[in-house]
């Protein structure tokens, strides 16, 4: 039974936060939204129990394409990382900003990168691309995002600072550019670079939130070294080239770790486990 407790404690969390924003907030949407989530995430868990061929990609799909086409599109919420900003200066405790808080910031405590392994919409489209494990040695342009991170709060702050009219409708065009140009540059590094997570490693400003809060992450992949004989597949298969054989918080590319368990399926001693 021990392989169903990580479904059922991410269906509580998810279950707890739903039903305390929805009396909170005094909004059903709450109780729909984040307990669609927890369902999609716990399902997708239980799946790579049961080792169902693309489980987390299903889940990618279920959560991703749910906030890019409803919140997104049809609800005309920015839920990048502008749209973050926008609720943020004008002191809006909604949809986007609460996102942030529970998916972002705080949440990675709990299950740290798990967003980008299982929930965000630029991602599952790039996890399609060929080339699933990297071909190429890791670069070191990691502070991209650092750059890509600041672009980002400049253009918002900037639309404040000089009192830019309509800018519900400006942010949520800015929303359609921002995952046009998302998709473009991350497909475009993925062949450059042989890697399909380029764009997550090199240029995503939202790691920005999720790298230091991961350092503390609870959920996380651990190591039996007596179990372990050091063939390294789990280092060749990993997406993100983290060091799995290394249960230290400071191993290498240790708060890049997505929980995409492909390190887990691929060790032939079972060395490897949540």
């Not at 991410?10 to 059903?28: Q, S």
């Not at 400049?154 to 995952?179: P, T, Y």
Request: charged share 20%.
């Amino acid at each position: 039974m021990k392989k169903y407790v990580l479904p059922t404690i991410m269906l509580i969390i998810f279950e707890a936060i739903a039903v305390t924003l929805w009396l909170t907030k005094d909004d059903i949407f709450y109780l729909f939204n984040f307990s669609y989530i927890g369902i999609s995430i716990s399902l997708g868990l239980f799946l790579l129990t049961k080792k169902v061929k693309n489980a987390r990609r299903i889940v990618q799909f279920l959560v991703g394409t749910y906030m890019l086409v409803y919140l997104g599109f049809m609800s005309n919420e920015n839920m990048q990382i502008e749209g973050f900003w926008y609720y943020l200066f004008m002191g809006v405790f909604e949809a986007a900003t609460i996102h942030y808080a529970v998916a972002k910031i705080f949440g990675p405590l709990v299950f740290g990168r798990g967003w980008c392994g299982y929930a965000c919409w630029t991602a599952m489209i790039l996890d399609l691309l060929p080339y699933k494990t990297p071909q190429e040695p890791r670069k070191k342009l990691g502070f991209i995002r650092y750059i890509t991170f600041v672009i980002s709060f400049v253009f918002v702050s900037s639309l404040f600072l000089m009192q830019i009219g309509n800018l519900e409708k400006i942010m949520f065009w800015s929303f359609l550019i921002g995952n046009i140009l998302y998709y473009a540059v991350g497909i475009t590094l993925a062949y450059i670079c042989k890697d399909n997570r380029a764009f997550c490693k090199y240029i995503c400003p939202i790691t920005v939130f999720l790298k230091p809060m991961s350092y503390f992450s609870m959920v996380r992949v651990k190591c039996d070294k007596e179990k372990c004989v050091s063939c390294n597949k789990c280092k060749r298969v990993c997406p993100m080239n983290v060091d799995m054989t290394d249960n230290t918080r400071k191993r290498a590319n240790g708060t890049e770790c997505i929980l995409c368990m492909e390190c887990i399926d691929k060790c032939p001693k079972d060395a490897l486990r949540l």
